[in-house]
């Protein structure tokens, strides 16, 4: 996604958005359902174009990509240097993948878990009464209302997964990382120190948990 101009950007991120795409003067809807996955490569800089931090926050999670272990990489060998063809094959429909997404959405919370939710988005802003000392020091945004909706949002998807249909606490915990990690904007101190969004989030969740 770094890697392509800001323009081009741009018109992604209107269909991430509006779920439309605009050619000239003429407007077309996307079909759905429709998402957008996008990789970059954080050892790359030169010819690249970082998103904005309003533009990372279209995307609902930022996913950390470690190295492959051993057992992954000869697996990479044996798909990629073979004679063997690799062949994709379909496992839903778009409209399957839309019934998911209802289900999903219709995954009760409790108030209580709402209210934990809001109290870790707030404590991720260095202005609020409640942020811990880290992200008073460190912190130059915190997270936004999208970064709420994404919380409870994949917090209904994993109690899911679990075989719950309620969502918990550990729920919010658990996704608040992926959820939260591009959405944190750190200050000059924050950058000099190479204190990491991570840390940031463990400190609020510490705190938040604690309250």
Known sequence: ????????????????????????????PLPKPFFVLATQNPLEMEGTYPLPEAQLDRFMFKIMVNFPKAADLLRIIDTTVGTQALQAKSVATGEQLSHLIEVARAVPVATHVKEYAVRVLLATHPDQEDAPEKVRQYVRYGGSPRGLQTLITTAKVRALLEGRYNVSIEDINAVAFPALRHRIVLNFDGLADNITPEKLIEAVIESVETA
């Open 1 to 28: 996604i770094n890697r392509a101009t800001p323009k081009t950007q741009s018109a992604l991120l209107e269909g991430m958005q509006e779920h439309t795409v605009s050619v000239g003067d003429r407007t077309r």
